[in-house]
């Protein structure tokens, strides 16, 4: 059973920088890929980032915006995030599946409680 628990969330002007961690009690962590999703109010959750080795793939609405690692030997991966928007106002959520990573919500078995993201105008 993998338990995920999630870090960092907070309140912060546009324009500020936060980083999500998320930790993670997986034996062999490193062949979990890890993914950050996010769910607004009234809207569906939606991809953020994933990563499984090297670099990591991001929804167009955050690239160049926020980056996700991870560190194997910590069982931890980051998100950090950069230039916030109020749009970025959300519910972040760390997931962890099996093998390689996937932009998809069904396909991660293994999920955090969320940590809130709130951007201020």
């Known amino acids: 059973q993998v338990q995920l628990v999630e870090s960092g969330g907070g309140l912060v002007q546009a324009g500020g920088s936060l980083r999500l961690s998320c930790a993670a009690s997986?034996?062999?962590?490193?062949?979990?890929?890890m993914g950050w999703f996010r769910q607004a109010p009234g809207k569906e959750r939606e991809f953020v980032a994933a990563?499984?080795?090297?670099?990591?793939d991001y929804a167009d609405i955050v690239k160049g915006r926020f980056t996700i690692s991870r560190d194997n030997a910590k069982n931890t991966a980051y998100l950090q995030m950069n230039s916030l928007k109020p749009e970025d106002t959300a519910v972040y959520y760390c997931a962890a599946k099996y093998g390689s990573s996937s932009l998809l919500v069904s396909d991660y078995g293994h999920w955090g409680q969320g940590t809130q993201v709130t951007v201020s105008s």
């Open positions: 997986a034996r062999a962590f490193s062949t979990y890929a």
């Open positions: 990563i499984r080795w090297g670099g990591g």
